[in-house]
Structures are given as C-alpha cells and as structure tokens.
C-alpha cells in the first residue's frame, strides 16, 4: 500500500463550475476525513466518514460541498458552482477506528478557482 | 468549542541546535490525545509525536519530545539535534470532539546550515 492518494493534485476551474476530487485511503482504513487548508493556516475539518457512514459535517460545508464514501472505500468531495473563496488544499486522511490513532495525509488537491 | 494556539509564526534553529515549538490549547474531553504533526514543503503532514493526556510521562520520539502540562494546557515541541530535513510546518493538534482533529496556525521552522 502506497499510502493515501488524492487525484488530481491540482485543479483550475473557472467560477461556476463544478469540481470532483477523489482520495483513494489506505486500503484496512475504515475512518475517512477531508480538511480544507487555506494559505497560512492550519488544515479545517470539513468532513468524517466511518465506511461508507457519513458521520459528521462541518458547518463549513455548505450546501455547495457534497462528499460521498461508496462502499467504504475511496471517497469523492464534489463542490458545486465554485466560488473563488473556493480556493484553497483539499486535504484527505484516512486511520484505523480507534482513538488517539495516527491520523494519514494524502498530498492534497490543490484548487483554484479563477 | 477546542481551540489550538501557536503564538510563533515562524522559527529559526541552527544546525545541531535544540528549538522549542510552543502550544497552548483548550478542549472541553478529559480523556484525550495531543498531537505534532509536521508539513514539509510539497509533502503531505506527518505524524511527529503523540501525547496520551493522562500520562504524566512526556512522549519522546528520537529528537522529538514534549512538555505537556495538562493543567496549564501546553504542549510544547522540542526539537534536539536539528536537522535539515526538519524544515516544515509543525501543527500542534488536539482532538476536537468527536473523531475530528483541530489544528493550530503552525509554526514554519526554518533550519540554518
């Protein structure tokens, strides 16, 4: 296993369009996170998936981010109608179910949203 | 709600010398774990350090350990021994209820040759 992978790793998109990321976890990983890391910051939870249960959400998820975990393997996080506050890393991490586990970071899509 | 807060932005070392990140936070849990992750530059975060809460015990990982003081809510980062390779951001990261992890502003570490 390589590791947490996120396809693609950038991405420009013009305001109004709508975009995919896909992140590809380790493969006995039943946790599943996104984080969103805007320049200077630390990384924002946006969403958890235990399998393919969506656990929590952000209430910075607005209505625009949808995230889905089919099967409990890879997950996609879609924004739609892209806003240049938009902009920013999309970052995945996937762990084992139990607590104060090492969390695992993919290298994160980088959006731009022009 | 947990906050993470770590008052430098930016930290410089020399080679071989010793640095300490600082990092105070709050969270409502009493039975917790506390983080180092660190970031290098184009490279995904990895886990540095962790800190099991009721242990009285500060962590250690080869260069890297920690002065945690549960009462005070700090959790600091020293680093020994510096290397080149431990140019990154460094996230101090306390759980933030739930199952989700709260991350600090960082702490960018430049090492000096």
């Known amino acids: 296993d390589t590791g947490v992978s996120q396809d693609p790793r950038h991405k420009i998109t013009k305001r109004g369009q709508n975009v995919t990321f896909r992140c590809d976890p380790i493969?006995?990983?039943?946790?599943l996170y996104w984080y969103r890391q805007t320049l200077g910051q630390g990384p924002e939870f946006l969403t958890y998936f235990q399998n393919e249960a969506q656990l929590e959400k952000s209430r910075l998820l607005s209505d625009r981010f949808s995230a889905e975990r089919p099967k409990g393997s890879f997950s996609t996080l879609e924004i739609q109608r892209t806003e240049q506050g938009d902009s920013a890393m999309y970052l995945c991490?996937?762990?084992?179910?139990?607590?104060?586990?090492?969390?695992?970071f993919g290298q994160g899509t980088r959006l731009t949203v022009v | 709600a947990q906050t993470v807060t770590q008052s430098q932005p930016e930290m410089s070392v020399q080679e071989a010398e010793t640095v300490t990140l600082s990092c105070t936070y709050d969270t409502s849990e009493s039975d917790y774990y506390l983080f180092w992750y660190k970031q290098p530059p184009s490279r995904q975060m990895i886990l540095v350090i962790r800190q099991e809460a009721y242990k009285q015990q500060n962590a250690t990982e080869n260069r890297f350990s920690v002065n945690f003081q549960k009462a005070a809510k700090s959790f600091s980062l020293k680093i020994s021994d510096s290397q080149l390779g431990d140019a990154a951001m460094y996230f101090c990261v306390t759980p933030g209820g739930s199952e989700k992890l709260v991350f600090g502003k960082g702490t960018k570490l430049t090492v000096n040759p």
């Open positions: 493969s006995e990983h039943n946790r």
């Open positions: 991490a996937s762990s084992l179910n139990f607590r104060g586990t090492e969390a695992f």
